[in-house]
């Protein structure tokens, strides 16, 4: 069974930092490409970034390039994010899921960023 939890949210204050991270389990993670997305509140789902199974390429939304930093650890099997210069905007519930995979999204980690 796929699993992916994903943790490390919380609330921080603008300009901040948080790193996410996403654990795999029940499928060849080193073999898929991953990807984040997130829902702020009332908002639809919005890409943030994906990553190729051997983490050599990765891609970037226009709203968060220069800021986050997607990487993986295919021995740990885990998916991580890192989010500097946070903005309010950011706020949003964070997933990870494999890419093009919606049915194997994870719970999600809430981030708060706000004063």
């Known amino acids: 069974e796929v699993q992916l939890v994903e943790s490390g949210g919380g609330l921080v204050q603008p300009g901040g930092s948080l790193r996410l991270s996403c654990a795999a389990s029940?499928?060849?993670?080193?073999?898929?490409?991953m990807t984040w997305v997130r829902q702020a509140p009332g908002k639809g789902l919005e890409w943030v970034s994906d990553?190729?199974?051997?983490?050599?390429?990765?891609t970037y939304a226009d709203s968060v390039k220069g800021r986050f930093t997607v990487s993986r650890d295919n021995v740990k099997n885990t998916l991580y994010l890192q989010m500097n210069r946070l903005k309010p905007e950011d706020t949003a519930v964070y997933y990870c899921q494999k890419t093009g995979d919606s049915d194997s999204r994870g719970q999600g980690t809430q981030v708060t960023v706000s004063s």
């Open positions: 029940g499928f060849g993670f080193s073999r898929y490409a």
């Open positions: 990553i190729t199974s051997g983490g050599s390429s990765t």
